[in-house]
């Protein structure tokens, strides 16, 4: 069975983000005067086969562990459901 | 003495390095990604460039290579390992150095002359400097602010590990004039055996007179020196 696992890599709350600082400046030179804090990270989209999603998860989890994030500077969060086709390039927005 | 230049594709300090061993008047081999053979190498170079593109992040792909599995052998084994710029961002991923490199705090890529305080002549890679030296050394990178858990940081001060400091050409604390932000003002550190150095920082760029500063030269020397006071049957040159 195929799943699409998305992977949303995160800065660690203590890793300083200039990205972040920057797009925060942006969003308030453009009058944005509610955006509190920016954090930018990065998502990876990944169709995988799998027995179960559970099983996918795993598997995904392990790839995090090993190449996807960097565990000094990273958090990441995985979302894994059947895939419908095609890899969204951008992650799904709750509906 | 032969030093060992790593090749990864995007390497571009290769050659540079290889000019700066020749200056000091000693070989060097290039070793290919590739490859797992180090080439008979008293000390491994990973020179600067961007490895694999440095997608995902600097350096993770690089420590892969099948090369890279020689290096950590040779590194554990206690050859002397010097990572300069992206080889630096290797070795972190690597986990051969601890912390990590991040985007600079200014977000440019920053390519100008930094001024490194030796903290400690200590090391195979700084012994032919004096702790206290100012050293004049380029810097050319996008992510070099180096980070870490403030408990590794304590370690690294407390046990003499932090190699070179971001200064003013003066020596004193450089502050807002950091090429990059790092904590604590962190250019270049050791691993615990001390035989594993990462700088940001180019001495191969700082070689020669006609490149402004023959300062990363000591760098060099202190590797030559370091081998030939290992090696029994070491032939001075």
């Known amino acids: ?95 | 003495m032969r030093f060992g230049i790593a090749v990864f594709p995007g390497t571009w300090s290769d050659r540079d390095c290889a000019r700066a061993v020749e200056v000091a008047g000693h070989e060097s081999v290039h070793l290919w990604h590739r490859d797992r053979d180090l080439g008979g190498s008293d000390c491994v170079i990973l020179p600067g460039g961007f490895s694999y593109g440095d997608h995902l992040r600097t350096g993770a792909v690089a420590r892969f290579a099948p090369l890279m599995e020689s290096v950590q052998e040779f590194a554990a084994g206690g050859g002397l390992v010097l990572g300069i710029c992206n080889g630096f961002q290797i070795l972190c991923e690597a986990h051969l150095l601890p912390g990590a490199l991040t985007r600079n705090v200014s977000l440019e890529f920053r390519c100008e002359t930094a001024w490194l305080r030796v903290e400690t002549a200590a090391t195979p890679f700084t012994s032919a400097c004096e702790p206290g030296q100012v050293l004049a050394v380029p810097v050319s990178h996008g992510e070099g602010r180096y980070v870490a858990e403030p408990s590794t940081l304590d370690r690294l001060e407390a046990d003499g590990r932090v190699a070179f400091r971001y200064v003013s050409p003066d020596g004193s604390p450089v502050g807002d004039a950091s090429p990059n932000g790092s904590m604590r003002d962190i250019a270049g550190i050791v691993n615990e055996a001390r035989n594993v150095l990462g700088m940001m920082p180019h001495p191969e760029r700082a070689a020669e007179p006609l490149l402004g500063s023959t300062d990363g030269m000591r760098i060099f020397q202190s590797v030559v020196n370091a081998v030939a006071a290992d090696s029994v049957f070491a032939v001075p040159r």
């Open chain 1, 1 to 95: 069975m195929r799943f699409l696992a998305e992977v949303v890599i995160s800065l660690k709350p203590v890793v300083n983000d200039p990205q972040g600082l920057t797009v925060r400046a942006g969003l308030h030179q453009l009058g944005f005067a509610e955006v509190a804090e920016v954090r930018v990270g990065k998502h990876i989209a990944l169709e995988v086969e799998g027995d179960s999603e559970v099983e996918a998860r795993r598997r995904v989890a392990e790839m995090c562990e090993r190449l996807l994030r960097n565990p000094v500077i990273e958090d990441y969060r995985i979302e894994v459901r059947p895939s419908a086709g095609a890899v969204p390039a951008s992650p799904a927005t709750p509906a």
